[in-house]
């Protein structure tokens, strides 16, 4: 990258200024807020990660267009210094703004909605090697240890990475990947906006695109999870929730582990709450033993 994110501002968004700065803290990714003399307002995000660049470019070329304003339609890419400008979609993260239960319950409703448009953006596909390809990837994560795991969640999670690798062949379909009440906009009187952040978008198996917001939000509030099938269309089906069972114990604990290597306490911890609630339905003993979790030698 031979330039500042600012310094390319003029060559791919033209004479605009930068209004706010969105990057995340820690990261090397840097997320602007301009705003051009029209009064349009636009993101230029360049991402440092070649692969979430990738995604995200692809995403916004390919199925964004789908959501129309309900989503950042890409204007301007510079593939070798890894730059976007996208049109930015109105709204504050749900996640932030205060709404009566009723706007909650709309809100959510528009957000299972949105979320079914964007899986019908593309045709289907089939991931014949999905279960073994995903255990692969985690297993790489966990390649230096598993602390902070206790040895029980370190069962667990060998078993989930067991069960993973064996899955059939896995209907895939266009998924945003980190679809959560902080990147799901909204206005201040719950009307829904749109859903920002694509990088880690790409085709994926049926189901994993429902796990960040089952297993964070809607864990605790049932009367949202309705809402937001029922926007939806549907409840996950049998094959979906049998792979989102085995991937909440395998996401949650690879997060954990990373977050915490990291020093990303937040994250280390809203996944140690998402482990600490699936191992409470995880089958103890575990298919094919007779000894309990946490009895089991270390």
């Known amino acids: 990258m031979t330039s500042t994110p600012v310094a390319a501002i003029p060559r791919l968004a033209g004479p605009a200024t930068v209004v706010t700065d969105h990057s995340w803290p820690g990261t090397s990714t840097t997320v602007l807020r301009l705003l051009d003399p ?39 890419v510079d593939e070798a210094e890894q730059e976007l400008v996208m049109t930015a979609v109105a709204g504050h993260p749900l996640a932030q703004v205060h709404l009566t239960r ?32 995903r255990a692969a990837y985690i297993g790489a994560q966990l390649s230096e240890g598993t602390a902070p795991l206790t040895g029980s969640e370190t069962h667990v999670l060998h078993e989930a990475l067991d069960q993973l690798a064996l899955m059939p062949p896995q209907r895939a379909q266009p998924s945003h990947l980190d679809f959560t009440s902080r990147n799901v906009l909204v206005h201040p009187d719950g ?6 952040d694509f990088e880690t978008s790409r085709y994926e198996a049926r189901g ?50 990373t977050a915490t290597a990291q020093g990303r306490s937040a994250f280390a911890t809203e996944a140690s709450r998402v482990l600490t609630a699936a191992l409470r339905t995880w089958p103890d003993p575990a298919p094919g033993t007779s000894v309990p979790h946490a009895q089991r030698p270390l």
């Open 208 to 257: 994993r695109d429902f796990l960040r917001i089952t297993q964070r939000t809607l864990l605790q509030r049932p009367d949202l999870r309705r809402e937001f099938y029922r926007g939806y269309g549907r409840e996950p089906d049998e094959t979906e929730g049998e792979l989102m069972r085995i991937c909440t114990i395998t996401d949650a604990a690879a997060i954990v582990v």
């Open 38 to 76: 029209a009064g349009r307002q636009m993101i230029h995000k360049r991402n440092t990660s070649t692969g979430s660049f990738q995604r995200e470019h692809a995403a916004l070329a390919l199925w964004a267009p789908a959501l129309g304003a309900a989503a950042p339609q890409l204007l301007a």
């Open 191 to 196: 009307r829904l906006a749109g859903v920002v």
């Open 102 to 133: 009723r706007q909650e319950h709309v809100a959510y409703g528009h957000a299972g909605a949105l979320l079914a448009r964007f899986h019908h953006a593309a045709e289907p596909k089939t991931l014949s090697s999905f279960g073994a390809e």
